[in-house]
């Protein structure tokens, strides 16, 4: 079933036709318009409510002609704008949260993610190891004023995950006031520090789109990551984040449950980011997720959860033809690049899809134990598509 994706208008969204959600939402459906003063922030593929994936041929949604949910939702975002500091519950969390606030916690179900690079992307992801954070705070003289003495000479006779804690709990709680002109006072004052740590243009950046914002000195406590495309970070229940610039593959678990407690217009759970966040740190090098190749046209990226994984596919275009081995779970397939005829089985027999740029097509359970790409006609250029599927690569 080929599908049309579901887009999303947030605020944060790249603008127009420098949107990929826009350029992928044009190729997918004819009757797209685009707006070039709109933003374009996601597209999502699957079957969550809040944005469910239409079928093609007969314009029904996907949930009620599978008569169920899917375990994944599947997204492409593009980001201009920094995205909330949040973290998703587990799921205990969600399911409680959900009891007792349903109209914020939208659903019962946990929310781990996946996010794959498509161009150079920038995120931050968990607390930076404790002496890192002692360091800036002692670098950075208004934020360690702000902070105060006791929680910075606690942080500096154990800088562990407790005294991390009670330093960003105490920032978080700080007045509206009092982080503004901290943050005002850094970006007057210490310029050059900024800059020699590499925070200069990402700082001004939040600054100027989050003005006084506390997310702003997040940036102090997190890992700022760069990652180039092809690769991903992977977030657990309760890891600290936020997106910041760039365009991504997205895949998590089918909720839209998010804690949020910074750089957000929206409401600030600050109380239960900080009952459920992991303090434990980390350097940055280890938070890049690492693939499985399966052979030189496929990888996999397997997280430790059940719901979801999500195999990259690039065949060269002179290949004549390539067989994946799947499982019988259903999966949804978007095409970013070129262009390849997919044959596979279907409850009506055999069928062929050509698929191109933008081409959303679900696979059904039945299309097991292998799909097909075979060559397209007049296409000098290599094939680069990923499919979400549930996570049968994980040994039980």
Same mark, same amino acid.
Request: proline share 5%; aromatic share 8%; with cysteine.
């Given at each position: 079933?080929?599908?049309?994706?579901?887009?999303?208008?947030?605020?944060?969204?790249?603008?127009?036709?420098?949107?990929?959600?826009?350029?992928?939402?044009?190729?997918?459906?004819?009757?797209?318009?685009?707006?070039?003063?709109?933003?374009?922030?996601?597209?999502?593929?699957?079957?969550?409510?809040?944005?469910?994936?239409?079928?093609?041929?007969?314009?029904?949604?996907?949930?009620?002609?599978?008569?169920?949910?899917?375990?994944?939702?599947?997204?492409?975002?593009?980001?201009?704008?920094?995205?909330?500091?949040?973290?998703?519950?587990?799921?205990?969390?969600?399911?409680?949260?959900?009891?007792?606030?349903?109209?914020?916690?939208?659903?019962?179900?946990?929310?781990?993610?996946?996010?794959?690079?498509?161009?150079?992307?920038?995120?931050?992801?968990?607390?930076?190891? #404790?002496?890192?954070?002692?360091? %800036?705070? $002692?670098?950075? =003289?208004? /934020?360690?004023?702000? *902070?105060?003495?006791? +929680?910075?000479?606690?942080?500096?006779?154990?800088?562990?995950?407790?005294?991390?804690?009670?330093?960003?709990?105490?920032?978080?709680?700080?007045?509206?006031?009092?982080?503004?002109?901290?943050?005002?006072?850094?970006?007057?004052?210490?310029?050059?520090?900024?800059?020699?740590?590499?925070?200069?243009?990402?700082?001004?950046?939040?600054?100027?789109?989050?003005?006084?914002?506390?997310?702003?000195?997040?940036?102090?406590?997190?890992?700022?990551?760069?990652?180039?495309?092809?690769?991903?970070?992977?977030?657990?229940?309760?890891?600290?984040?936020?997106?910041?610039?760039?365009?991504?593959?997205?895949?998590?678990?089918?909720?839209?449950?998010?804690?949020? #407690?910074?750089?957000?217009?929206? %409401?600030? $759970?600050?109380? =239960?980011? /900080?009952?459920?966040? *992991?303090?434990?740190? +980390?350097?940055?090098?280890?938070?890049?997720?690492?693939?499985?190749?399966?052979?030189?046209?496929?990888?996999?990226?397997?997280?430790?959860?059940?719901?979801?994984?999500?195999?990259?596919?690039?065949?060269?275009?002179?290949?004549?033809?390539?067989?994946?081995?799947?499982?019988?779970?259903?999966?949804?397939?978007?095409?970013?690049?070129?262009?390849?005829?997919?044959?596979?089985?279907?409850?009506?027999?055999?069928?062929?899809?050509?698929?191109?740029?933008?081409?959303?097509?679900?696979?059904?359970?039945?299309?097991?134990?292998?799909?097909?790409?075979?060559?397209?006609?007049?296409?000098?250029?290599?094939?680069?598509?990923?499919?979400?599927?549930?996570?049968?690569?994980?040994?039980?």
């Amino acid at each position: 079933m080929e599908l049309t994706g579901w887009v999303k208008n947030y605020e944060w969204g790249r603008r127009g036709i420098n949107s990929a959600v826009a350029q992928l939402a044009m190729a997918n459906d004819p009757d797209f318009r685009l707006n070039e003063e709109e933003p374009y922030a996601e597209m999502w593929m699957g079957t969550h409510v809040c944005g469910v994936s239409v079928v093609k041929e007969t314009g029904e949604t996907l949930d009620r002609v599978l008569k169920k949910d899917l375990s994944y939702l599947f997204k492409v975002l593009s980001i201009n704008k920094a995205l909330s500091i949040q973290v998703h519950p587990n799921k205990c969390e969600a399911e409680r949260l959900h009891k007792e606030r349903p109209e914020i916690y939208k659903d019962p179900n946990h929310k781990p993610e996946l996010a794959i690079a498509l161009t150079p992307f920038l995120a931050l992801v968990g607390f930076l190891p #404790a002496s890192d954070i002692r360091d %800036y705070i $002692d670098e950075f =003289q208004p /934020l360690s004023k702000l *902070i105060g003495a006791e +929680a910075v000479d606690q942080l500096h006779e154990s800088p562990d995950g407790q005294s991390v804690k009670l330093c960003y709990e105490k920032l978080m709680k700080t007045e509206e006031s009092v982080i503004a002109k901290c943050i005002n006072e850094i970006a007057k004052n210490y310029q050059k520090e900024l800059k020699s740590n590499d925070l200069l243009e990402v700082f001004t950046k939040i600054n100027q789109d989050f003005p006084g914002d506390v997310g702003v000195l997040s940036l102090f406590f997190l890992n700022l990551i760069r990652l180039k495309p092809g690769q991903a970070i992977y977030l657990g229940a309760n890891e600290i984040h936020a997106y910041l610039d760039g365009d991504c593959i997205e895949c998590m678990a089918c909720s839209d449950n998010v804690i949020r #407690a910074g750089l957000t217009p929206k %409401y600030k $759970d600050v109380d =239960q980011l /900080l009952n459920s966040v *992991i303090f434990d740190s +980390a350097e940055n090098e280890h938070k890049t997720f690492i693939p499985y190749r399966i052979d030189e046209q496929v990888q996999v990226y397997i997280p430790p959860v059940s719901d979801f994984a999500v195999i990259s596919v690039n065949i060269d275009h002179s290949l004549e033809s390539y067989k994946l081995a799947i499982q019988a779970f259903g999966s949804i397939l978007i095409v970013l690049k070129g262009s390849r005829t997919l044959k596979l089985k279907t409850q009506q027999g055999d069928k062929e899809i050509v698929l191109t740029r933008g081409s959303i097509v679900y696979i059904p359970v039945e299309a097991a134990p292998e799909i097909e790409f075979a060559q397209a006609e007049d296409c000098d250029e290599d094939f680069t598509g990923y499919i979400a599927t549930s996570n049968y690569f994980r040994v039980p």
